[in-house]
């Protein structure tokens, strides 16, 4: 099957057989939907406690927020391993597990989890369990992530320091104090970095830009591919004159006090953020990964509770229905759901009939007091879910 996977949940009162039989409704909805558009496999649902309609209906609405929730955070911690392994598609595969297997295996296997969530338990507890779960993930996640991005921030700042250009980078272990005029109460060294293409017009005016330049004070202090760095003397009085004057030119006047041992220091605190930063990717990587698995387990369960709630709304009790897992693509998705809409629109009643070409047609007159549980805007006769666990 080409393509990326999407799945599709559908629940269907066993009438659809003539028997009346599980076994034989789920044979139906698989020739329905066609080997050719997906494969069809069982999907077990428990049979929860089920209170007053208007609750159920409350609850099928919180449902549908909540499942938008879960696709949200999914969707957002796996944007999370694609930044963490910068977009290695075969490392983020490895990392998108569920439950230590791929998604796809624990979709097909999917069982309802009665001792972290037991079934006899009132839905309401149940949806505000998930819930309280999804948001704390989501936060763990998130709260990991803030954390190393601020470390790689200080890191790619530290690193710029060490291998950017003079503009940029510290002059810690490129100025010799020897240069710099220091605990004088008069003058002062500044270190003024030029681009190599304007050297000529530096040397031929720095002594004149300001008032009390020292003449001939300008020693070349080092150079790279795009800048010279120059050490100038001025007076006290007059350094913030010359400065200014220096950034009209467009030359780079830097800040840079010696401190001794400011180079060794520096060194050890670049060695320090590096170890950190390793330390706390590790530490993400692991978070999202297990994240990552936790939301997608929460996901199936609300996605379970949504068809539970919604066949209970749509075909009454007692429950006598089916629910099938199909695994397609998008594009043959659509072709499973024509032949759902066309093989079950009679269980819509007045909702969907028929043009004169057989095709599904749908009265917006039913449509408007009836537009699917937990908000569903595309109507449909059956209970149907589509979702992409990406």
């Known amino acids: 099957m080409s393509g990326s996977t999407k799945y599709i949940l559908v629940s269907l009162p066993t009438s659809i057989s003539p028997s009346n039989d599980k076994d034989e409704a789920l044979t139906a909805l698989r020739s329905t939907v066609s080997t050719d558009n997906g494969i069809t496999i069982p999907f077990k649902i428990p049979d929860f406690k089920i209170g007053a309609v208007d609750t159920l209906l409350t609850q099928a609405d919180d449902l549908g927020k909540l499942e938008s929730s879960c696709a949200a955070v999914v969707q957002k911690i796996g944007d999370t391993l694609r930044s963490l392994l910068e977009g290695d598609e075969e490392k983020i595969a490895q990392q998108k597990t569920v439950n230590d297997k791929p998604a796809d295996q624990y979709l097909r296997a999917f069982s309802w989890n009665k001792v972290k969530y037991r079934a006899d338990k009132p839905l309401t507890e149940l949806i505000s369990s998930l819930q309280k779960e999804l948001v704390s993930i989501d936060n763990d996640v998130k709260s990991k992530i803030t954390q190393y991005n601020s470390i790689k921030t200080n890191l790619t700042a530290l690193e710029r320091k060490q291998t950017g250009n003079l503009a940029t980078k510290s002059l810690t272990p490129v100025v010799d104090p020897k240069l710099l005029v220091q605990d004088s109460e008069y003058i002062e060294t500044h270190l003024i970095v030029v681009p190599t293409n304007m050297k000529k017009d530096f040397l031929r005016s720095y002594e004149t830009i300001a008032p009390m330049v020292v003449p001939r004070s300008s020693i070349e202090v080092t150079h790279d591919d795009e800048f010279t760095l120059y050490a100038v003397t001025t007076f006290k009085k007059t350094s913030a004159e010359f400065q200014h004057k220096c950034r009209e030119n467009k030359w780079t006047p830097r800040d840079y006090k010696y401190v001794q041992g400011g180079k060794e220091e520096e060194s050890r605190e670049f060695e320090k953020v590096n170890r950190d930063e390793r330390k706390v990717w590790g530490e993400a990587l692991r978070l999202a990964r297990t994240g990552w698995s936790e939301a997608v387990m929460i996901w199936l369960h609300v996605l379970t509770l949504r068809v539970f709630a919604e066949t209970v709304l749509r075909y009454g009790l007692p429950l006598d229905y089916v629910c099938g897992l199909v695994k397609t693509n998008p ?44 908000g569903e805007t595309e109507y449909t006769p059956y209970v149907y879910y589509e979702f992409e666990i990406i």
């Open 331 to 374: 594009k043959l998705a659509k072709k499973a759901k024509t032949n759902l809409d066309s093989t079950y629109s009679y269980l819509g009643g007045n909702s969907v009939g028929r043009d004169k070409k057989g095709r599904v047609l749908k009265d917006d007159s039913a449509l408007s007091s009836d537009t699917g549980v937990g």
